[in-house]
């Protein structure tokens, strides 16, 4: 085990792949020389040189498009859309290209391609530089959805990420670029679609994701000591595929869900999650299913309203203890 | 005053009018028949609960209404409109398997309650209020009665938690029960004096159960002349093969082979020969019952009294109805007796053995003519005759006790059955009986 | 139109012989009777849907066609019937997709905008405008990471070289310098307008190189073997690490934009003017019997033509279409559509 950052799992899994397959490449904005612009890149350019790890121009749909057409003649990409706001520019090839080739073809594409980008704000760098898009990217069929809550789950998941045969968008949380765990050294894999059970309870499940699980971690011992409220907090870890058997058991085990969501309140992740626990555990369910997200207003840059508007630990603690 | 729909099962939520027997306008005396209400488990005859003329008849014949909607309006002498009806209640489903001598109240064709009436006595959440899906789904399997379970939630909310500890036996709720007829006989009040040296938590209220079976005691022993009569009876024989059965029927079973199934198969074995004892009056005729339907007293942790019943013993060994016995116990601590568990009982025995009692004269369930305490069974001396003369043995020994009406046989009749019952219980093989 | 700085570069460098005349005529016979017998089968309400065909555009796919490799990779776009047939897609599988049956290349599940093989390295058709564009380069760069002699070529249609992806994939094409060929097939509509109105230059592509740092090509679309001698260029100068080439080949539709379009916006005189004077088939086959080509030999094509056609079309016809299940097939590389378990 070794103390690693968020960004530094970021680098060390892109090395332990792209050590072990030649077929793996990089590009992106800044991300060779610069080591990207949130140095999650450093020390990849050195080791595997440029014809590797590429700096591209600004251009989102050659980049994607790039990537894409190298994925489906024997490559392993890896490409990074630096915010992923920017996704909205490039959003044409992901959805329409990248999510369908292998389904319009009639599984003659492959499409084995990883397009990493920094998600979510608590930043203080605006409305469009500071958004959860997972929730987009749950909507599509034909694309897998990655978001990692800490360092040690960012190597594992990445490095699968660029193992996995289809095509993944795996979003890092620019707040969290800089916190440290313990991250296994080596190889390390986490097969995507497993959720991890981040704290056991028995009075409440609360899904949190990327970001929100330290909150709700945190929001679980204060329920726990000021309210004596034992919390289960689940971590997902992948919205697709998404281990629908570990949310339904737990909530048949509690009684109540909670989730707690960056994306804006509309058709964000927790909604879906909702509507399947009310359809498949409705009879276990002995209070209404809550959902914690930011607000459906575009997020103010000013520190004070942002942290007013995403979820924090104080609201969660709030909701939760007084949940019926 | 109000007469609404009553509660004719545990889950039963609704109703159908079978019949009126008024119409608006007639004048009606108490428990007169008002009407006849149906659901797919049950049928009731409806009487007025007090004397009055009919003001309004809300429901038609062939209507299907929820429990708790009002049917019809008796304008009562000297009486504001709209009081719920709260004169009867049911009792309840219980846990504890120690019996007291009480017996329960009758089956017979009396007013309902309903749960929903605002007289809802002690603890418990109001039916319409918030039930959870899971509440629902554990109340529906366990055939619980939501309306008697506390709540500890927000606002008195009955929680999963609230339930799960009713079933797994942790809490003893005084859970209402399955709709048995309630009481029509009640007590005169009589002036108390007040307590001396009390203060306001010496005065227990009489719950549900309490108000009925104290109802039910003073009406049977109106109703019938009690007469005692005793045998005792030496256990040996039945010691012997529980001895040397009751091992293997403990592994295999997981439960222990107690005395009480093999009084009820001698019990059993001698109503056969003396049916005249399990039988009911009927105007001024014995109705003599083809089954024997034995009611098992089952005491609510000295909360009150339950007889649930063995149906058709005659037709089963001891070990079935040391079965059926186990179900039953199984059923009423899970709170899960339903009215048939409740119906059809024509002889009754109360078990005070356990608390190791010599003798008691227990009431007689109506409408059955008679009912057997059996107390405690201790190693007495006796004495034994042979033809090489007397000696002292020491035996288990204890001491059956029958009351019975004596409107329905004499003192010679029910002698001979005790006789013969101690006489199964001390002779009988009953290593082939079980 | 304006001549180009390099039209004649390539002239004369790549002699066809007869064979290779022979073959030229052929695929572009092949390729009419194809797109023919679409529209017919359209007309019969056997095709579902909306079809695009290239009716009047052949010489340009067969001349590329004829001068690919067969590890070359083709990106098309969905009027793209011809690029796949000249890849090798058979008529069958290419009608019976038009026609939804389960012998369609793509089982129905593309549809007449998708047409893919990726065995001959016709790696798709593209129905997003420009998508395919970067998608090509793509194909392009892994062929120089990998080091193979492979060389990506991309047709898109006037109307593409006003979207944002057409202007990021050859800037992107040009600093790497990738073994790419795109080939702009201007045949002067984009869908219902004529190109000149909505583009701030005359050629819509060969105006546009310099911008990227590249050439400007402006060439005959109906020339077969200009074309063939275009592609063949092109293609040397991919393979030989001299980077992307833009072509802008001058043609004509014969037809609408698509099925739905019966084409009222195009000047009747215009229209007779291409189909009856320039039309690129007639044309190779008045100037091969001009240079002493047998007729015996192109009747010959044609008349195996026919039957090909014919043969296929009953082949389509007689499949039924594909089963309920397949839908739920290939969304991932584990032949599943499951999101969750």
């Known amino acids: ?116 980008s920094a998600n979510g704000g608590g930043a203080r760098f605006g409305a469009q530089h500071s958004q959860s898009i997972e929730n987009w990217a749950m909507a599509v069929p034909g694309i897998k959805v990655v978001a990692p809550s800490n360092a040690a789950d960012v190597k594992g998941l990445l490095a699968a990420s660029i193992q996995d045969p289809d095509p993944v968008l795996f979003f890092e949380q620019k707040s969290m670029y800089g916190l440290k765990c313990d991250v296994p050294e080596g190889d390390y894999i986490i097969p995507l679609g497993q959720a991890n059970i981040a704290r056991e309870g028995s009075d409440v499940t609360i899904v949190a994701l990327a970001a929100m699980v330290p909150k709700a971690l945190k929001a679980a011992e204060v329920l726990q000591e000021k309210h004596g409220l034992s919390c289960e907090v689940i971590d997902p870890r992948c919205l697709v595929p998404l281990d629908t058997k570990s949310i339904l058991e737990s909530v048949s085990k509690t009684g109540r869900l909670v989730t707690v969501e960056e994306n804006p309140r509309l058709c964000g992740w927790g909604a879906e999650i909702a509507s399947i626990v009310g359809e498949e555990c409705f009879w276990n369910l002995d209070a209404p299913i809550t959902r914690i997200t930011t607000p459906h207003i575009p997020l103010a840059s000013v520190d004070v309203l942002e942290d007013l508007m995403i979820p924090s630990v104080d609201r969660i603690v709030s909701v939760v203890s007084e949940m019926d | 005053m109000n007469v609404l729909m009553p509660q004719l099962g545990e889950t039963v939520s609704e109703g159908t009018i079978a019949v009126w027997h008024i119409k608006v306008g007639d004048t009606v005396a108490k428990d007169d028949p008002l009407l006849d209400v149906e659901t797919d488990k049950a049928a009731i005859e409806v009487p007025a609960p007090k004397a009055g003329v009919i003001s309004a008849i809300n429901v038609a014949e062939g209507e299907t209404v929820d429990v708790g909607v009002v049917l019809v309006v008796i304008d009562v002498e000297g009486e504001e409109s709209a009081a719920a009806d709260s004169e009867t209640a049911s009792p309840a489903a219980a846990p504890a398997q120690a019996a007291a001598p009480v017996a329960a109240p009758t089956p017979a064709a009396t007013p309902m309650s309903s749960p929903t009436s605002a007289a809802a006595t002690g603890s418990v959440a109001k039916s319409g209020a918030m039930l959870s899906p899971a509440v629902r789904k554990l109340v529906s399997q366990h055939n619980l009665d939501v309306s008697s379970i506390a709540g500890t939630g927000k606002k008195g909310r009955v929680t999963r938690q609230d339930v799960l500890a009713i079933i797994d036996g942790s809490t003893a709720a005084p859970a209402a029960a399955p709709a048995q007829a309630a009481v029509t006989g009640r007590s005169t009040p009589v002036p108390v004096p007040a307590p001396i040296g009390a203060d306001a938590r010496s005065l227990i209220p009489f719950d549900r159960i309490r108000k009925l079976t104290a109802d039910h005691m003073v009406m049977s022993k109106a109703t019938s002349p009690h007469v005692l009569q005793a045998v005792e009876v030496d256990y040996t024989a039945v010691d012997a093969v529980r001895k040397s059965y009751g091992p293997g029927w403990k592994a295999d079973k997981g439960y222990s082979l107690t005395y009480l199934p093999f009084i009820a198969k001698a019990i059993v074995l001698g109503l056969r020969e003396f049916p005249k004892i399990n039988s009911s009056i009927v105007e001024e005729a014995l109705q003599l019952h083809p089954l024997i339907n034995l009611g098992i007293a089952v005491d609510l942790n000295f909360e009150g009294l339950v007889v649930p019943v063995v149906r058709d013993c005659a037709s089963k060994s001891v070990g079935q109805i040391a079965e059926g016995i186990k179900a039953l116990s199984i059923k009423a601590r899970s709170k899960s007796l339903s009215p048939d568990d409740f119906a059809g009982g024509t002889y009754t025995i109360s078990n005070s ?82 | 139109m304006t001549k180009s700085k390099d039209k004649t570069s390539s002239a004369g460098k790549y002699p066809l012989n007869e064979t290779k005349q022979l073959e030229l005529y052929q695929l572009m016979a092949e390729c009419r009777a194809l797109q023919q017998r679409a529209h017919d089968l359209f007309m019969q309400n056997l095709v579902k849907g909306t079809t695009h065909l290239g009716l009047g555009q052949e010489a340009i796919a067969a001349g590329f066609g004829a001068a690919m490799r067969k590890d070359d990779y083709t990106f098309n776009t969905y009027r793209g019937h011809n690029h796949n047939y000249v890849r090798g897609v058979s008529m069958t599988a290419i009608l019976g997709e038009l026609m939804g049956r389960d012998i369609g290349q793509l089982r129905g599940k593309g549809g007449s905008m998708h047409i893919t093989d990726t065995t001959k390295g016709a790696m798709g058709s593209y129905a997003i405008i420009g998508a395919h564009m970067p998608i090509a380069a793509g194909a392009a760069w892994s062929a120089q990471y990998r080091g193979t002699e492979q060389a990506a070529v991309c047709f898109f249609g006037d109307g593409t070289t006003n979207i944002g992806a057409f202007h990021e994939a050859l800037n992107f094409a040009a600093i790497w310098k990738l073994p790419v060929v795109y080939v702009c097939e201007n045949n002067q509509y984009m869908e219902y307008t004529a190109i000149g109105d909505v583009t701030a230059v005359p050629n819509p592509a060969a105006d546009r190189a310099a911008s990227y740092g590249l050439t400007s090509i402006l060439v005959d679309g109906n020339d077969a073997e200009l074309m063939y001698e275009t592609a063949m260029a092109a293609l040397d100068t991919a393979r030989s690490g001299g980077g992307p080439t833009l072509i802008e080949a001058v043609t004509y539709r014969h037809y609408g934009h698509s099925r739905a379009d019966p084409g009222k916006y195009r000047p009747d005189e215009e229209v007779a003017e291409w189909k009856n004077n320039r039309d690129p088939l007639p044309l190779y086959r008045n100037k091969l019997l001009e240079a002493g080509m047998p007729e015996s030999k192109l009747a010959a094509i044609d008349a195996n033509t026919e039957e090909m056609i014919d043969k296929a079309t009953e082949e389509a016809k007689s499949s039924g279409p594909p089963p309920d299940e397949i839908a739920f097939t290939d969304v991932w590389a584990d032949g599943g559509a499951a999101w969750r378990n």
């Open chain 1, 1 to 116: 085990m070794a103390q690693l950052s968020y960004r530094d799992a970021v680098a060390a899994a892109i090395a332990q792949e792209m050590r072990r397959d030649k077929n793996v490449l990089f590009l992106g904005e800044d991300v060779a020389a610069a080591g990207g612009v949130f140095k999650a890149t450093v020390g990849l350019l050195d080791e595997f040189g440029p014809l590797r790890v590429r700096d591209t121009p600004i251009s989102e749909q050659a980049i994607l498009g790039a990537a894409m057409g190298a994925a489906m003649t024997g490559l392993k990409p890896i490409a990074e859309i630096m915010f992923s706001d920017f996704f909205a520019v490039c959003w044409d090839i992901v959805v329409n290209e990248i999510a369908k080739a292998r389904y319009m073809s009639n599984g003659q594409h492959e499409c084995p391609l990883v397009i990493r």
């Open chain 2, 353 to 434: 053995g356990p608390f190791g009692t010599l003798m008691t004269a227990p009431v007689i369930n109506q409408p059955q003519v008679a009912i057997m305490s059996t107390d405690g069974i201790r190693k007495r001396p006796v004495v034994i005759e042979s033809e090489s003369g007397d000696s002292i043995a020491i035996r288990p020994v204890g001491i059956l006790a029958q009351s019975f009406d004596h409107r329905a046989f004499d003192g010679a009749y029910s002698a001979a059955f005790m006789n013969r019952v101690r006489n199964i219980l001390e002779q009988q093989d009953w290593a082939s009986e079980l």
